[in-house]
């Protein structure tokens, strides 16, 4: 067993501020499954976080997320043990146990998931995940840039539906399918992707990423006791760049394909006023305009905060009048490289254009 | 081992001409199948048929079929070794190797499925199946109506997808997730259905289908021979009514969610002239109306007939012009009872009509 750490209460709620901001729009909103895993911390679970660098390379690490249209989670709730149900597939099908669990997405309530199943079944998680934020699809992953194998991987839904991919031709076939199930579930399903070696975590896994969640949720959550600007604070936590401050203006949105697609229009305010940006999404906002002007887009993390509160807010939670700040984080380097923003610019999305970062000029300097 | 008796080339060919009469439109041409049977006979396979109450109680039996838009068909020839992938998923998911195949559907190109699968693997096909006919989905087969768990049961495609479904909530479940995964593969995908028990076969599978279709396509091949009425064959093979002569005079069709689906007009001729038949289908004809009063629906079996050949028109190949002869067969006695109308009536497929049978006074008196 590597050594580990215990997550504690407080820092649940730190996870859940964090991720929802890393979310940058999607991933799901972690409200319910904050109070699930609180449920079950009340209940005595508590849940070992460890490295990356601490596992066995040939410890088998299971990788646990929701699938869907955000929307979706909005009416119906978080239950650990449906998060369990596709863990205990992958296993019978694998014919052993995980040694431990990971995100597939450390944005929005996916950064929690693995910590229900965890909490069931007592298993520790791993301090990373597969996108350092989220994304609409596996495509997207850090495991797709590094051409690990897509397959097998468990779906199932509340009723009593079980779906075991076992082969899958490329990343792309396994979305097409994982994605028609999952609509004909309802736009929901519980899924755990392929099992991951100890190995390929260390060398393809985003480290770090649920401590980089717990600390900006921190920085929050002292922000806003210290009656200082939370957003301010999202930026000095991560060096991030404001892009824009504003008022909603317009929403269009639909769900299809279990996607959540559409666009929002922000009047500014403040130094902004007179200006206008646009933001389109697809589950997760991916590309930013100011004035009719593309600056920011995937695989950067465009991120829509509360002006006041600084809390995220998801495309599915956008509405007319929000006061909001748009800010930029920096992506994973992984997807920096020509091969990561194959599977991360915005032509990975469908859209005609090239990856456009308010970080670029310094993009080679990163690690 | 259960006695058999090799199935001969000259079989094959009857088999195929009588299966695809009793697919009642649909199941798929079995043309391609044919020639691709053919071709492994003539490598030297002989499969061997088997009586269902000959098999072992404790048998495993692996259910093969095709499934699909048939229209789909026209353009993609037949493979044995894309018939095999999900017979050899599914024996690596339970464990063991199947004692038997048999066939989902003697309807169409359905019948021929197994056999392709079975002369590549040396093994035996139940001359059974679970619909007597050819049907759209496995809730209209006979172990969904007696109440069998319909799962696990395998999906591949012709690239390197492989799909298992490991419970489903239900027999309409299976469908639906079925039928969204074989859209996915482009409307057609090779399944094995849940296996089954030789105890199972026995009590719920349609017994002697193979050489009911065997027989049937004799009788229309020697009828051609010695320059008889193959149509009038048929009918004296299978107990059959006839409905209506004509010719199309309207098609309409369309391939949607895995389905084929229209209706086509025939207008009449000889002792029929002056009248008009409207036949309605899913793949499979399901209702026909004569002069707009419905004579006939499922689950009897409406075939459609070349008036001259008595070869059977599938709704895939319906096209204007063409003489036909509408026959009426009898359906199989499981799907006459009150479980088994609930199944194959015309509301299991969405119609709003009770069933019309031309053989319904006597249907009471049927074994």
Same mark, same amino acid.
């Given at each position: 067993?590597?050594?580990?750490?215990?997550?504690?209460?407080?820092?649940?709620?730190?996870?859940?501020?964090?991720?929802?901001?890393?979310?940058?729009?999607?991933?799901?909103?972690?409200?319910?499954?904050?109070?699930?895993?609180?449920?079950?911390?009340?209940?005595?679970?508590?849940?070992?976080?460890?490295?990356?660098?601490?596992?066995?390379?040939?410890?088998?690490?299971?990788?646990?997320?929701?699938?869907?249209?955000?929307?979706?989670?909005? =009416?119906?709730?978080?239950?650990?043990?449906?998060?369990?149900?596709?863990?205990?597939?992958?296993?019978?099908?694998?014919?052993?146990?995980?040694?431990?669990?990971?995100?597939?997405?450390?944005?929005?309530?996916?950064?929690?998931?693995?910590?229900?199943?965890?909490?069931?079944?007592?298993?520790?998680?791993?301090?990373?995940?597969?996108?350092?934020?989220?994304?609409?699809?596996?495509?997207?992953?850090?495991?797709?840039?590094?051409?690990?194998?897509?397959?097998?991987?468990?779906?199932?839904?509340?009723?009593?539906?079980?779906?075991?991919?076992?082969?899958?031709?490329?990343?792309?076939?396994?979305?097409?399918?994982?994605?028609?199930?999952?609509?004909?579930?309802?736009?929901?399903?519980?899924?755990?992707?392929?099992?991951?070696?100890?190995?390929?975590?260390?060398?393809?896994?985003?480290?770090?990423?649920?401590?980089?969640?717990?600390?900006?949720?921190?920085?929050?959550?002292?922000?806003?006791?210290?009656?200082?600007?939370?957003?301010?604070?999202?930026?000095?936590?991560?060096?991030?760049?404001?892009?824009?401050?504003?008022?909603?203006?317009?929403? =269009?949105?639909?769900?299809?394909?279990?996607?959540?697609?559409?666009?929002? =229009?922000?009047?500014?305010?403040?130094?902004?006023?007179?200006?206008?940006?646009?933001?389109?999404?697809?589950?997760?906002?991916?590309?930013?305009?100011?004035?009719?002007?593309?600056?920011?887009?995937?695989?950067?993390?465009?991120?829509?905060?509360?002006?006041?509160?600084?809390?995220?807010?998801?495309?599915?939670?956008?509405?007319?009048?929000?006061?909001?700040?748009?800010?930029?984080?920096?992506?994973?380097?992984?997807?920096?490289?020509?091969?990561?923003?194959?599977?991360?610019?915005?032509?990975?999305?469908?859209?005609?254009?090239?990856?456009?970062?308010?970080?670029?000029?310094?993009? =080679?300097?990163?690690?």
């Amino acid at each position: 067993m590597p050594q580990s750490k215990l997550v504690t209460v407080e820092e649940l709620d730190f996870l859940a501020t964090g991720a929802w901001i890393l979310g940058t729009g999607g991933g799901g909103d972690p409200y319910h499954g904050l109070l699930a895993l609180k449920a079950l911390y009340a209940d005595g679970a508590r849940v070992p976080l460890v490295a990356a660098d601490d596992l066995d390379d040939g410890a088998m690490v299971g990788v646990v997320s929701q699938m869907g249209a955000p929307v979706v989670n909005l =009416e119906r709730t978080a239950d650990p043990a449906m998060t369990v149900k596709p863990v205990r597939m992958m296993e019978t099908h694998v014919g052993r146990r995980f040694d431990a669990l990971m995100l597939s997405e450390i944005g929005g309530g996916n950064a929690l998931q693995p910590f229900l199943a965890a909490a069931v079944l007592g298993y520790p998680v791993v301090d990373a995940d597969s996108m350092g934020r989220a994304f609409p699809s596996v495509f997207h992953t850090s495991f797709a840039v590094g051409d690990l194998t897509a397959h097998p991987y468990a779906l199932a839904d509340i009723r009593d539906n079980e779906v075991m991919v076992t082969r899958c031709a490329d990343w792309l076939w396994s979305e097409r399918i994982a994605r028609k199930v999952l609509v004909e579930f309802g736009s929901r399903a519980f899924s755990c992707k392929a099992p991951r070696t100890g190995r390929e975590v260390k060398d393809w896994g985003i480290h770090g990423t649920v401590r980089q969640a717990i600390a900006l949720g921190r920085a929050v959550h002292e922000a806003r006791l210290r009656h200082e600007d939370p957003v301010a604070a999202v930026l000095a936590s991560q060096d991030g760049r404001r892009l824009f401050r504003g008022k909603i203006a317009d929403v =269009e949105r639909r769900a299809t394909e279990g996607h959540l697609r559409g666009a929002a =229009e922000c009047e500014g305010l403040d130094e902004d006023r007179g200006h206008r940006y646009r933001l389109e999404f697809q589950n997760e906002f991916l590309v930013g305009r100011r004035d009719g002007v593309v600056d920011v887009t995937t695989p950067d993390l465009i991120c829509v905060l509360d002006s006041v509160s600084g809390e995220a807010v998801g495309t599915e939670r956008l509405r007319y009048g929000q006061r909001v700040t748009m800010v930029a984080l920096p992506a994973p380097a992984l997807f920096l490289t020509p091969k990561g923003l194959l599977h991360t610019a915005p032509r990975a999305f469908g859209l005609d254009l090239d990856f456009v970062s308010p970080f670029a000029p310094a993009a =080679e300097a990163r690690p």
